[in-house]
């Protein structure tokens, strides 16, 4: 079949090229303007418990998209005019900022900080330094001693040694648009230039703004990886064809994929660059080994005697079938990501498997078709020749396949198979280390996280909602009790630095109206008292002043956690620590809802991705098994051929674990792919191996055949491509670094499985699906092989 | 042999289809649940308040907020939890020795261990329908105790805290402290400035008149006579005739050397530190000095004269309220919203809870 295919192709060459033509220039403008952006919503597993408790109340209890801004003075405390004023300038000007939520900036210059006095004249509450800044020695003095009586204040929102203050902004989620946020809070930050005064600044709007930022950095180190693909290839092949062609092929897909994707209203997230560089390298690998053969077709022909379009149409028909079996393994593989509840990787894995899919075009399809055209197939276009260089490795691949060496080989991937498994099982869900993964540690925004999080309790919130929607139960003694036993237990762990609730306002409002009496820092003992209480709290506030704590019918509160890290073993911690409790205290009236906020959200996400990773990499295995079994017509071959796939899974999922990377929302897609990734290799070298078994030769000459023809394009394609993934490092992004470097060990394990090993294992095991029935193929291959060798 | 390669065969044919079958089963039911690391708790909390402290021997014992006893038995180096039959905020204890305790606290509870702590076990208290919470408790030989609190309550118990009676009529104002004097006269400060003194060991109260109208919050005696009182506000009060007259002290204080101590956190002038709440005030009498603490890490100390003051921060950035005083050899031990060790030499350390 699949030589009619081929020669259908190449007989319709000029309409084949011209209808990919005109696609790729159809749709290259709906290429070049696909939206390159993070788009918040889609991060979240929206049927996720969590995340409906989280979109329930995120307008009342604080959304997951808090900007912390840390205003620390450099000599002596925050109660000075020049400190002072730095903190009220940021508050005022953050409320111009876009699709910020102006009821929700807080900040010693805000309305929302206050103070609750008593006097003779009964209690009055007023903010602590709004509307006008303190100026002189007494005012500072009268301000430093407000805060450290309130220890609403003090603690939350300044830090312990006085050195600095807090301002948290939360944002209108549907209006946010993170690089514009990030943009106008970093030109407002830059604007306070006032000696002796330092602003730091975190948050989700910033991190993803940052990453926004290294944008333009990200596409120039892709470029230069192309660049160096480019020369590299040119100085490896010494055609031009062998330069172009890969080339164009990982172009037009490109195009292809962006453009369809853009058309069906998928945008580009920015940190899915390592996943374009992942696929590109998959086209042009197709690429390279179809030159690879079609160069070895024309050796083949007897010069002049017979048209190159014979060595192409020969090309294209031996390859289609390991070209199309490992494009869609490689899509079926991803596609399993689509099972994900989560929005972005929905989107993403439709995107890769159209782009792997585009590949089968560009490089099974366009490349041998254009190669047909080749003028003068056996020139070069320059004279350094390092082909010797790569068929001694070659050779070396031989010798171990055949010689005794294979048992060496094949029982060090058991050992390897087995240390790297047992690594492997320390892979992390979440994030492995504190500050954020996305960046390196020394980068500003990773340094300020760590600032803030040393100075305060932490960053990073949580929200549980204690409640009904019956009016008034966050009143009641029960439910306030409950609050407070629930701090105490969520704050024994370390990383929890503090928790808030209404539960903390009114036992601190009673002190106040009991003359500052610590004895007296307790609940009312009835509803009806601890109403007064948080009456006398919101006396003189406006509406909305107590969304922190308390929604407006009074039904449902909130206990605020603020979290030192974002871990995934602090959130699983924590998470198993709420529920446990909830457990063991069952309310009478209302229920605890899980979670809210920025680690709500991450919780979520993280438990999603838990309870679908073994999920998927076992379909994606499964797929793998079948289609081989099914393209085989043997079992057998798909156990063999998930060797290469799970030797180099594994040996990448130990590097992670061993580099600290962890399974999150960003890493999840590299991995799925990944998978895909191991068997292409394989798949060539084997099938060649087939072939020529099928022809008449014997097996170590057949398994030689395969190593230099198949093999080289393996060697050539992983070194050039290893060598421009690398070249990801540099990034100023961690993320794209690490992934960089994840891709580079992918393809060095597959290629070094498919060169070693794989050859090996067909020598020692001889599976039928590859020798073939002997008795019946002999005869008709004996004679295909004398054609060939006369 | 025959039959040994059959089976061997049939085991290669059916591998593959058993490996499809286990990756279609991962595939489709197995899902991970998350499962958390075990935290341990220590003894003192972040959010504890401890209200009463009391010493014996090497042996501390701290109450708190929520129903909470700790008990360390090396001078607070380490700490352990005891159990207890309430979670009701717990004020004040006293001992009788390293076995025998008492505690009181709201809802008019008291406790009583004779098991150094083991067991803690609640006491018979008289209560009222208005308001019931008891704030201090002092015990004395042979099983005595008396214990104040909201609502004029002045109760005692002669059974090492096991059953309590009412000493007084219930009446509408808090009393913070009550102490008994070397010759037995029992004096009980409280709300409004009030002072009552017994001299028949509670028999009958009388009641004298102080010279602020603020609240009183501690009370101590140096002998049958000189005795100081402290209260809201920094007000210092003295007597030298056992407490039937007092006389305002501590102007001493005014002399500023707050200003050139560096240690002495942000107090810009002892004005600042006069006017805290004090909420405790000890004699000393190994140390031979008054020692007093209140708000925001004040604290006190005076000669046995009980007029020249000094004042200060316990550390720059202690800013920990105190309500307890307990003696130890070298210093006292203060309970609040932090634990420590307050030296003669005045150096601060806080007790972590291992």
């Not at chain 2, 107090?267 to 600042?272: E, L």
């Amino acid at each position: 079949m699949s030589r009619n295919v081929a020669s259908w192709l190449i007989r319709f060459r000029v309409w084949v090229v011209g209808v990919i033509v005109l696609i790729t220039l159809a749709l290259s403008y709906s290429a070049f303007n696909i939206e390159v952006k993070t788009v918040f919503q889609d991060l979240l597993p929206s049927d996720h418990e969590y995340v409906k408790t989280h979109n329930k109340f995120k307008d009342t209890f604080g959304g997951s998209n808090l900007v912390t801004i840390m205003v620390e003075s450099e000599t002596g405390d925050i109660f000075q005019p020049h400190v002072l004023g730095a903190v009220d300038q940021i508050t005022r000007e953050l409320q111009k900022v876009s699709a910020v939520n102006p009821f929700q900036i807080v900040s010693l210059a805000s309305k929302k900080l206050k103070e609750v006095k008593a006097s003779t004249s009964g209690i009055e509450t007023k903010p602590l330094m709004w509307p006008e800044l303190p100026e002189t020695e007494a005012e500072l003095n009268e301000l430093r001693e407000k805060v450290l009586r309130n220890s609403l204040v003090y603690g939350p929102y300044v830090s312990g040694d006085l050195s600095s203050t807090l301002i948290t902004v939360d944002f209108i989620d549907r209006l946010l648009d993170y690089e514009t946020a990030f943009t106008e809070i970093s030109s407002l930050v830059s604007a306070i230039d006032v000696p002796g005064v330092k602003v730091r600044v975190v948050g989700d709007p910033m991190l993803y703004g940052w990453v926004n930022f290294y944008l333009p950095e990200t596409l120039n180190l892709v470029l230069m990886a192309g660049l160096i693909l480019v020369l590299m290839l040119f100085v490896i092949n010494r055609t031009w064809r062998g330069t172009i062609l890969p080339l164009i092929s990982g172009f037009v897909s490109a195009i292809w994929a962006l453009g369809i994707s853009n058309l069906i209203g998928i945008h580009f997230d920015p940190l899915v660059i390592v996943i374009a560089m992942l696929i590109t390298a998959r086209a042009v690998s197709h690429s390279v080994q179809i030159i690879t053969r079609f160069n070895e077709e024309v050796e083949k022909i007897e010069s002049g005697s017979e048209s190159v379009s014979f060595a192409a149409n020969a090309t294209l028909s031996e390859l289609l079938r390991p070209g199309i079996l490992g494009i869609a393994t490689d899509a079926c593989c991803v596609a399993v990501v689509a099972l994900s509840p989560i929005p972005l990787l929905q989107k993403l894995a439709l995107l890769a498997m159209v782009w792997v899919s585009t590949v089968a075009i560009s490089s099974i399809v366009l490349t041998p078709v254009l190669l047909s055209w080749v003028k003068h197939p056996r020139g070069y276009a320059h004279p350094i020749n390092v082909s010797w260089l790569i068929h001694r490795l070659l050779d070396l691949c031989h010798y171990v396949s055949v010689s005794k060496m294979r048992y060496v080989m094949a029982g060090w991937t058991v050992i390897v198979f087995l240390v790297c498994g047992y690594f492997a099982l320390g892979l992390k869900v979440g994030d492995a280390n504190p500050g954020s993964p996305i960046l390196w540690p020394e980068s500003k925004y990773n340094q300020d996280s760590a600032a803030i999080n040393s100075k305060f309790q932490g960053a990073d919130r949580m929200f549980i909602v204690v409640g009904e929607d019956t009016p008034d139960l966050a009143k009641t003694p029960e439910v306030l009790q409950s609050l407070q036993q629930f701090q105490r237990f969520m704050e024994v762990q370390p990383e929890v630095g503090g928790t808030l609730s209404i539960s903390d306002v009114l036992p601190s409002v009673n002190r106040t109206l009991r003359e500052g009496n610590p004895r007296y820092e307790e609940l009312g003992s009835s509803q009806d008292i601890n109403g007064e209480l948080l009456y006398m709290f919101e006396a003189g506030a406006e509406p909305g002043d107590m969304d922190r704590f308390v929604d407006t019918d009074r039904g449902n509160a909130s206990v605020t956690l603020f979290f030192r890290d974002r871990q995934g073993e602090t959130i699983r911690t924590a998470v198993a620590r709420i529920k446990e409790f909830i457990d063991q205290n069952p309310l009478a009236n209302g229920e605890y809802q899980l979670a809210g906020g920025l680690i709500g959200v991450i919780a979520a996400v993280n438990e999603v991705i838990l309870s679908g990773q073994l999920q998927s990499i076992a379909l994606a295995l499964l797929i793998l098994v079948v289609l081989c079994t099914v393209v085989y017509r043997s079992s057998m071959a798909g156990m063999f051929f998930m060797v290469p796939v799970v030797l180099s899974n594994t040996v990448t999922f130990s590097f992670m674990s061993y580099m600290g990377i962890g399974m999150n929302i960003n890493t999840v897609p590299v991995a799925a792919l990944g998978i895909g990734l191991g068997v292409d290799y394989a798949l060539y070298i084997v099938d060649r191996i087939k072939q020529e078994l099928q022809n008449g030769l014997d097996d170590r000459s057949a398994i030689e055949r395969a190593l230099h023809s198949a093999g080289k394009g393996v060697v050539i394609t992983a070194f050039v491509l290893i060598v421009s993934v690398l070249l990801v490092y540099q990034s100023s992004l961690k993320f794209q670094a690490e992934m960089g470097l994840l891709v580079a060990l992918w393809l060095t394990v597959s290629a070094f499985t498919a060169l070693f090993v794989m050859p090996a294992l067909v020598y020692i095991f001889k599976p039928a699906f590859i020798y073939g029935d002997t008795n019946s193929s002999v005869p008709v291959s004996r004679k295909t092989a004398e054609v060939i060798n006369d | 042999m025959r039959e040994m390669n059959r089976l061997v065969r049939w085991g290669i044919g059916v591998t593959p289809w058993l490996v499809i079958a286990g990756l279609l089963y991962v595939g489709l039911f197995v899902k991970p649940k998350p499962i958390g690391s075990t935290v341990i708790p220590t003894a003192i909390e972040a959010r504890d308040r401890f209200y009463g402290m009391a010493s014996v021997n090497s042996a501390l014992w701290a109450v708190g907020a929520d129903g909470k006893i700790v008990r360390s038995n090396d001078e607070g180096v380490s700490w352990s939890v005891q159990s207890v039959p309430t979670s009701s905020h717990l004020q004040d204890i006293a001992v009788w020795d390293e076995k025998r305790a008492v505690v009181v606290g709201n809802d008019g509870i008291a406790l009583f261990t004779q098991d150094g702590g083991q067991s803690w076990h609640q006491s018979d208290t008289p209560v009222n329908d208005v308001v019931n919470k008891l704030i201090d408790v002092k015990a004395f030989e042979q099983g005595e105790a008396w214990a104040v609190g909201a609502f004029g309550t002045l109760i005692v118990s002669h059974d090492y805290g096991e059953s309590w009676v009412y000493a007084r009529e219930p009446e509408d104002f808090i009393l913070n402290e009550i102490v008994k004097r070397a010759d037995g006269g029992l004096v009980a400060v409280g709300e409004f400035g009030s002072i009552l003194i017994s001299e028949n060991n509670g028999a009958d109260w009388q009641s004298v008149a102080a010279p602020v109208e603020s609240s009183l919050m501690a009370i101590d005696f140096q002998n049958e006579s000189v005795g100081i009182a402290a209260g809201l506000e920094g007000v210092l009060l003295k007597t030298v005739d056992g407490g039937f007259t007092w006389a305002r002290v501590g102007n001493a204080l005014a002399f500023p050397k707050a200003e050139t101590n560096p240690g002495i956190g942000f107090a810009s002038s002892w004005k600042d530190v006069t006017t805290e709440h004090i909420f405790s005030i000890v004699w000393h009498s190994e140390l031979n000095r008054w020692f007093g603490v209140g708000t925001k890490g004040l604290w006190l100390e005076a000669d046995p004269t009980g007029v020249a003051w000094q004042a200060g921060r316990l550390a720059p950035k202690d800013l920990a309220w105190h309500s307890s005083i307990s003696k130890v050899k070298d210093g006292v031990v203060l309970a609040g919203k932090n634990l420590g060790h307050w030296s003669e030499d005045h150096q601060w350390l806080v007790f972590q809870g291992q």
